[in-house]
């Protein structure tokens, strides 16, 4: 029986390929601090659970394909607030963000179809362009600039025939990039000028530490048609396990064949549904009072990595990555190291290593993405191990 | 910018397609009797809201992308029951079947593939295989013969180089045929013989009104390489809004690439699967009931659809579907009209035109499915509707 050859060019996630060996060193009792994951330790807002609990229907039934229309109503409303008008039939709720991405991706891409991604990129990305047949063509960065891509002549450059979208995480994973409104000026430019979707992955929205009011690709209206809009319960309101995201554009077309699709999946789980149109209920202090906590985690992550000598890692402005340059050789075999060999106090330290999040072969090898979503205290040691880390293996593996 | 030509290729769902009509006859008085789409009025086990009202966690996490091992447990224990055996590896959860179906048609589809698929079938199929780059090769049926198709050189006669698998709805989605056990091992010859997927989509598995043990093409172990169980607990536990399914195989191989589809859309949601793996607590006075329930409303209306002159019909034996030829000239017409012109009393009746079960262009013009999903009081005047109905339009449109 044949498989698939779009399948057989995806990979396994690279926020998972240590999970056996992490496994391994916990039975032979090492504490593992997890910093290679984007799973927050913030309590899920209370209204979810009450909404759960006070749940009468005797059937649990099918919602309707494009959402529940409560939930819908809480997407309009929210977006309303950040000056961004969008109508019931300009939103599909979705099984997640992935789910949207993945509508999204088998409605815009052909075989051959290039999606333009600032590199490094969420790894999940390749998985969805690959099997709708298209691929990522990789907008270079490096650390040392910051990770920064939005200028013009950059990203003008990777167009082709092939390019179909340009797509963003902004704010940005795995680096913490948030774009400037010039910045997100200068891609929707490009976008307009050369026909292409423009599609921002901003489920990280909340989270962005300098000042300012919440930014958006669709509150650039000159490109309301080239805009689609990713989006997400998960990381908002700390409830990644309720998978209840949206697909938002403004674009009629677009969202008529997506509707093809939301509809051959009958529909989105319906009591996480009806929690999550609670969750937007939660208001200004229930998002003071969650990006203070990630600020305080972001400062004391990036003061101590800092520190670490030979590491290069600009100041993260958003979301609750970084990504950092390494003084190792080679950023998989350290993990594997931290893992099977280093111990401080029968504790250890993982995190996401880099290669897996660029398409260039050979880039981000001394790389890693770090997740700040461990409390301030787990956070401190689990940087203290990094540092302990880092200065035994060049000493006792690279010599160095 | 462009749209994908798979998802060019794809329709909206044919159940729905009347929605708006049903809107507008109910805003103009009418009560409409639903008997076009499958969401029964079964009540959903309470074991299921019990989870909910209990869960404690204080944060709303991913589950493990291959599923929750509670979940996975529950599933492994029920499968052990019908004398199947899979290992956990052998399983990953999915939202819903749908999903089960989307990620194998990704990894088992090139741009021209072919599934063999008994036609009139379960519409939602086209788009999934479309968006694979495959297309539907049917195997044709006729309302006389009772929409069988279990026969060897039929199948043989449709497969060529680009066939890939055979995939069946067993008990029949619209059609409501059983496979009997040797019909069953042609499907197992057939896609043996020429080395293709056999595709059970088993989801009605319960709702069989003959005697006999539970069936499921896993059964068959000397195809165990060949053989995918789609399954769900949607109709099984009257639960459709939970999203919760399962794709099932002993093929390491394609469960390994299963797998990277499954952790690029990260998880199912946390607490629908905590919820289902209660459901499988419910026993053997559970199915009964409903089966008895559902065997009513087959019998119901099975006996009154036979006592319309014109009418081919072959009793059903599973799920909660019947396929019908009506004496009207198009049954998409017919509707529209009893919609739109008729009404007894105030009311009027709604299933689910024939054409779009079928790829064939003209076929199933004159077929409607009928979902037996409303108690039998309502069931009956349902059908009363449809009698009074075809006379008058037969009368008053048609002319004869």
Redesign the interface.
């Known amino acids: 029986?044949?498989?698939?050859?779009?399948?057989?060019k995806?990979?396994?996630?690279p926020m998972?390929k240590f999970h056996p060996y992490a496994v391994e060193a916990e039975a032979a009792g090492k504490k593992i601090y997890h910093l290679n994951?984007g799973?927050?330790?913030?309590?899920?807002p209370e209204a979810?659970?009450q909404v759960?609990?006070g749940?009468e229907q005797?059937?649990?039934?099918?919602?309707p394909?494009p959402g529940l229309p409560v939930l819908v109503e809480a997407l309009r409303g929210y977006y309303q607030k950040i000056g961004v008008e969008f109508e019931a039939g300009d939103i599909i709720v979705t099984?997640?963000g992935?789910?949207a991405l993945?509508i999204l991706m088998?409605?815009?891409?052909?075989?051959g179809s290039e999606v333009l991604v600032p590199e490094p990129f969420y790894p999940?990305y390749n998985?969805?362009i690959n099997?709708?047949?298209g691929t990522i063509h990789p907008i270079p960065t490096t650390p040392e600039e910051g990770y920064r891509y939005a200028v013009k002549e950059k990203i003008e450059g990777c167009i082709n025939e092939n390019t179909?979208?340009i797509m963003v995480t902004n704010p940005g994973n795995p680096t913490g990039v948030v774009l400037s409104r010039e910045e997100m000026r200068v891609l929707a430019d490009v976008a307009k000028e050369h026909?292409?979707?423009i599609i921002g992955d901003e489920v990280y929205r909340e989270f962005v530490y300098g000042d300012g009011p919440l930014a958006s690709m669709a509150q650039f209206e000159d490109v309301e048609?080239?805009v689609v809009i990713i989006d997400s319960v998960s990381k908002r309101f700390?409830?990644?396990?309720?998978?209840v995201g949206a697909l938002l554009s403004k674009?009629k077309?677009?969202m008529a064949?997506a509707?093809?699709?939301a509809?051959?999946?009958?529909?989105?789980?319906?009591?996480?549904q009806t929690a999550s149109a609670a969750l937007y209920g939660c208001g200004p202090e229930y998002f003071g009072a969650v990006k203070e906590e990630y600020k305080k985690r972001r400062d004391t992550c990036y003061a101590m990595i800092q520190k670490i000598p030979g590491v290069v890692c600009a100041e993260p402005q958003g979301a609750f990555y970084m990504m950092a340059a390494l003084p190792v050789d080679d950023a998989e075999k350290f993990q594997l190291w931290l893992l099977e060999e280093f111990e401080d106090n029968k504790e250890t330290v993982m995190f996401a290593p880099g290669g897996g999040f660029y398409r260039t072969p050979g880039k981000g090898a001394n790389e890693v993405r770090i997740a700040y979503v461990l409390k301030e205290e787990d956070l401190k040691r689990a940087m203290e191990l990094l540092k302990k880390g880092i200065e035994t293996y060049r000493r006792e593996v690279m010599h160095v």
């Open positions: 029986m044949k498989l698939s050859e779009n399948i057989q995806c990979n396994l996630s998972r994951i799973q927050p330790d913030i309590k899920t979810y659970f759960l609990k749940f005797p059937v649990l039934a099918y919602a394909s099984t997640g992935s789910e993945q088998l409605c815009i891409l052909d075989p999940n998985t969805m099997l709708a047949g179909r979208a026909g292409l979707y048609e080239n700390s409830a990644c396990g309720a998978r674009n077309g677009l064949q509707m093809k699709m509809q051959s999946r009958l529909s989105v789980a319906t009591l996480d």
